[in-house]
């Protein structure tokens, strides 16, 4: 089985910082994709930040030049810099990979969310 493990929210004051981590560990042969989805109250689920093996990137726009996603591959570890927070940052965050099992299946696994809030 695999899994992703989730930490690094919190409260923060506007303008200030916060580092998401997510670990996947279970059966794993590779990971092909890993990256960050959000959730705000009321709103659906949408794309922040995704990081391909290739060490190519996607941001949405709301983010870009103020979120950094990063990855540690030997540690099958995927990490979310988020700079000048916003209220509107504010959301529940899941880590999102695709992985290939030591079985070559290939999966597609959810952390189960971490809770950002920015609020003075």
């Known amino acids: 089985q695999v899994q992703l493990a989730e930490s690094g929210g919190g409260l923060v004051q506007p303008g200030g910082s916060l580092r998401l981590s997510c670990a996947a560990s279970g059966a794993i042969r590779s990971i092909n994709v890993m990256g960050w989805y959000r959730q705000a109250p009321g709103k659906q689920r949408e794309l922040v930040a995704i990081?391909?093996?290739?060490?190519?990137?996607n941001y949405a726009d709301s983010v870009k030049g103020r979120f950094t996603i990063s990855r540690d591959n030997a540690k099958n570890t995927v990490y979310l810099q988020m700079n000048s927070l916003q209220p509107e940052d504010t959301a529940v965050y899941y880590c999102n990979a695709y992985i290939t099992s030591m079985t070559y299946r290939r999966l597609e696994v959810w952390g189960q969310g971490t809770l950002v809030t920015v609020s003075s």
């Open positions: 990081r391909t093996s290739a060490e190519s990137t």
